[in-house]
């Protein structure tokens, strides 16, 4: 069964930048929607930014003109691009993979993304 992966989380100073990686083993990225969603100590988890399997990109507003969502199917990756980060962006990030007509979702374990001076 597909399994996504994320990479790239670690530790950076507020106003840097991080750029996360998801690749869909057991699986073709270019079928599924891909989502990224984070969770903060004693917060609900949050969705991001979504990105369709037709490239249409959409993020939550807390994130507008800071991070990027893209896909490149033919490298089996999806990515966000965090810039400007915020120590309020520390959180777990997942990538989730769905295709279009499903409720079932795909999870990473995450990564983590830590904001701090």
């Known amino acids: 069964q597909v399994h996504p992966v994320e990479s790239g989380g670690g530790l950076v100073h507020p106003g840097g930048s991080l750029r996360l990686s998801c690749t869909a083993q057991?699986?073709?990225?270019?079928?599924?929607?891909m989502g990224w969603f984070r969770q903060a100590p004693g917060k609900e988890r949050e969705l991001v930014a979504t990105?369709?399997?037709?490239?249409?990109?959409n993020y939550a507003d807390s994130v507008k003109g800071r991070f990027t969502i893209s896909r490149d199917n033919a490298k089996n990756m999806g990515y966000l691009q965090m810039n400007n980060l915020e120590p309020e962006d520390t959180a777990v990030y997942y990538c989730?993979?769905?295709?279009?007509?499903?409720?079932?979702?795909?999870w990473g374990q995450g990564t983590q993304v830590t904001v701090s001076s």
């Open positions: 990105i369709t399997v037709r490239n249409s990109p």
């Open positions: 989730n993979l769905r295709q279009t007509y499903t409720t079932a979702n795909y």
């Open positions: 057991n699986g073709v990225f270019g079928i599924y929607n």
